[in-house]
T-cell receptor, first 106, second 119 residues
Framework: DAKTTQPTSMDCAEGRAANLPCNHSTISGNEYVYWYRQIHSQGPQYIIHGLKNNETNEMASLIITEDRKSSTLILPHATLRDTAVYYCIVKGQLIWGAGTKLIIKP | ETGVTQTPRHLVMGMTNKKSLKCEQHLGHNAMYWYKQSAKKPLELMFVYNFKEQTENNSVPSRFSPECPNSSHLFLHLHTLQPEDSALYLC??????????????????FGEGSWLTVV
């Protein structure tokens, strides 16, 4: 039971914003939402995490709904190197789902 | 470079062999992990170590034997594996251990993984 639901795959044009949704309707009050990505044949890479407030760093922005039942990861200006599988994780980062395969197209 | 180094990157072993995977973290973290990633499957947590002590064993078969001599090093000893054990084995670390309770502000840093093929 992955505890999160993500689209299997998404496409995005290079240079445009990539918006990756995640549903975590059973999230507990103190559980963080974490996002990682995994480029083919490499280990997962941390992107961002948040609890209640929206967060932004040099890689991405994280928008969490007020009821905390869903979130969206935003890559503001996607590049070809952002092609990867993106994972949204709760439950203390112990249970991973299948993620979203994001393909950035030229 | 994440600060977590795994060796070897690729390993082919027979079902009767004994081999080991090694992981070293240079981040000063207290917790280390082994994850398994089989083809087309999500990451599966195998073991959690906190300050060298094993705190979680996710029903992993005994043919996988972890060892944590100190907070910076983690091994996975492999013995009499099966072909279905072929997978990417990922080591990771965090400042403090993540827990099943879900309350965690600790980011996990992964190594590049060791690709294991059992023939």
């Amino acid at each position: 039971d992955a505890k999160t639901t993500q689209p299997t795959s998404m496409d995005c044009a290079e240079g445009r914003a990539a918006n990756l949704p995640c549903n975590h309707s059973t999230i507990s009050g103190n559980e963080y939402v974490y996002w990682y990505r995994q480029i083919h044949s490499q280990g997962p890479q941390y992107i961002i995490h948040g609890l209640k407030n929206n967060e932004t760093n040099e890689m991405a922005s994280l928008i969490i709904t007020e009821d905390r039942k869903s979130s969206t990861l935003i890559l503001p200006h996607a590049t070809l190197r952002d092609t990867a599988v993106y994972y949204c994780i709760v439950k203390g980062q112990l249970i991973w789902g299948a993620g979203t395969k994001l393909i950035i197209k030229p | 470079e994440t600060g977590v180094t795994q060796t070897p990157r690729h390993l082919v072993m027979g079902m009767t062999n004994k081999k080991s995977l090694k992981c070293e973290q240079h981040l000063g973290h207290n917790a280390m992990y082994w994850y398994k990633q089989s083809a087309k499957k999500p990451l599966e947590l195998m073991f959690v170590y906190n300050f060298k002590e094993q705190t979680e064993n996710n029903s992993v078969p005994s043919r996988f034997s972890p060892e944590c001599p100190n907070s910076s090093h983690l091994f996975l000893h492999l013995h009499t594996l099966q072909p279905e054990d072929s997978a990417l084995y990922l080591c990771a670390s965090s400042q403090d251990p993540v827990t099943t309770g879900g309350i965690s502000g600790n980011t996990i840093y992964f190594g590049e993984g060791s690709w294991l093929t059992v023939v």
